[in-house]
């Protein structure tokens, strides 16, 4: 069982930054792949961003060049630095891990930017 807590979210201007964190307790052993979901208003959740435990990164093409996963094994956290942030970007941000497939899921960190 893998406990997820992500933090950072906020309000912030268009063209602005913000950095979510991710922090995993319990068996972090068994993640082999960490990711960033997101979920607006009256639209599916999407998959903004993972990385895997080989370092293999992946980005929905909405965020290509502005933002960046990044992990630190020796806090068992993931990051997601999100750089000239778009009102489009406003959603709710989970994050997931699991083996093969994402099977744990935080609590959600809402990310409003303003125009």
């Known amino acids: 069982q893998v406990q997820l807590v992500e933090s950072g979210g906020g309000l912030v201007q268009a063209g602005g930054s913000l950095r979510l964190s991710c922090a995993a307790s319990?068996?972090?052993?068994?993640?082999?792949?960490w990711g960033w979901y997101r979920q607006a208003p009256g639209k599916q959740r999407e998959l903004v961003a993972d990385?895997?435990?080989?370092?293999?990164?992946y980005y929905a093409d909405s965020v290509k060049g502005r933002f960046t996963i990044s992990r630190d094994n020796a806090k068992n956290t993931v990051y997601l630095q999100m750089n000239s942030l778009k009102p489009e970007d406003t959603a709710v941000y989970y994050c997931?891990?699991?083996?093969?497939?994402?099977?744990?899921w935080g609590q959600g960190t809402q990310v409003t930017v303003s125009s």
């Open positions: 990385i895997t435990s080989g370092g293999n990164t």
């Open positions: 319990g068996s972090i052993f068994s993640i082999n792949v």
């Open positions: 997931a891990a699991g083996k093969l497939l994402f099977t744990s």
